[in-house]
């Protein structure tokens, strides 16, 4: 097969074409299989090496970038901001250059601010994927997002994908508005005004302040946590008075279809935004696949990448 994805980076959704989503999720769903065999191992990444610098707290994200890269067998590092020189004082640039001297293949880069990963990517040679810079974009959560919903659905385009809660401080929200929209689905943004940036109806989705009418007719309800850690004061009164109006309960997602596939990114709030039993639904519930289908899209961006690199017979 051809791979062609034109780029050095993966940094964000934004401006990546159809073409280059479905080749990502056409080259992930390959990954699937073989992370469910016993043997896991590929060498397509042999003599590579891929640094994960997180300067953000992360399970999921940093775990699963960690299995791909091993399983294509990569050396992997694991960076985290308790244990780096940030600490003592050293710029972001500056540990970056660090890294950079020390010839890693991959970086991959979580960080609060928006917009720090690309300001990274301007001063190393290695590829960078970002995994998720501040409120901005995390974009292997959103193809992970979009390979489960085309593994149930059969398609992208057409559907109508509710992303409900903490919209504002959600780089989540923004990667899967990007990929969606992008790919034909229908966007409905649903929280209370606090929690939705003032233009964001400018991404071409829908905006409602009302579960209910939110949720009616959808195939797909994507959860947001609310992320107090970004707040600087409060946006809503209480969880308790957040989860009334908008926390997912069976009562509210009755007015989706009937076989809607209820998402979360992850980590989960049990209780604030969606109730315990909803969580764990296994008929309609899909978080934990969406954890499972992470691996396999990290696997297949760390091979579109790699591939761009210099091959390893040239380098002296
Ligand atoms: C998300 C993140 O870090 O942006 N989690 C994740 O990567 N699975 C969402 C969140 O923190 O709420």
Sequence with gaps: MAITYPHQHLLGIEGLSPAEITLLLDLAESYIALNRRADKKKDLLRGRTLINMFFESSTRTRTSFELAGKRLGADVINMSTSSSSIKKGETLIDTALTLNAMRPDVLVVRHPDSGAVRLLANHVACAIINGGDGSHEHPTQALLDALVIRRHRGR?????????????????????????????????????????????????????????????????VMMLRLQTERMQGAFVPSGREYFHFYGLTYDKLAKAKPDALIMHPGPMNRGVEIDSAVADDITRSVILEQVELGVAVRQACLEVLARNLPSLQHNQ
Excluded: F, K, Q, Y
């Excluded at 809660?165 to 649903?190: E, K, P, Q, Y």
């Design 156 to 220: 992208l385009d057409g559907l109508l994908v509710a992303i409900c809660g903490d919209i504002m401080h959600s780089r989540v929200a923004r990667s899967n508005i990007h990929l969606l929209t992008t790919m034909g689905a229908r966007v409905r943004l649903v929280a209370p005004p606090t929690l939705l940036p003032a233009a964001i109806a400018r991404m071409g989705v829908e905006v409602h302040h009302d579960m209910r009418s939110g949720l009616e007719g959808c195939d797909i």
